[in-house]
């Protein structure tokens, strides 16, 4: 089993910053994929970012691009969200998620994800 604990979310003014990290315990972390979504009041969970555990390959949904970075410390079995330039669209819950440790699909889709954190609040003024 793997816990997913989130955290660094919070309350920011359009243009500013957050990290967002995700502590993973239970065992050590060597799946295809860990991801994150995040999900808007009255929308859906939405894909943000992935990175491949193996080699470290980055991908991220267009509306991201150039100002969200995903990254991840084998050591300390965590996995980063840096969010630069937010806007108030970005406000959302966001959730870590983590594979079960073999290929299960699409890394966009949350289908191919088994573990999931509770999630944290990220919250942009305008």
């Known amino acids: 089993q793997v816990q997913l604990v989130e955290s660094g979310g919070g309350l920011v003014q359009a243009g500013g910053s957050l990290r967002l990290s995700c502590a993973a315990s239970g065992r050590a972390i060597s799946g295809y994929f860990m991801a994150w979504f995040r999900q808007a009041p009255g929308k859906e969970r939405e894909f943000v970012a992935a990175?491949?555990?193996?080699?470290?390959?980055?991908y991220y949904t267009d509306s991201v691009k150039g100002r969200f970075t995903i990254s991840r410390d084998n050591a300390k079995n965590t996995v980063y969200l840096q969010l630069n330039s937010l806007n108030a669209e970005d406000t959302a819950v966001y959730y870590c998620a983590a594979d079960r440790g073999y290929y299960s699909g699409p890394y966009y889709d949350s289908s191919s994800y088994h573990y999931w954190g509770p999630g944290t609040q990220v919250t942009v003024s305008s």
């Open positions: 990175i491949r555990w193996s080699g470290g390959s980055t």
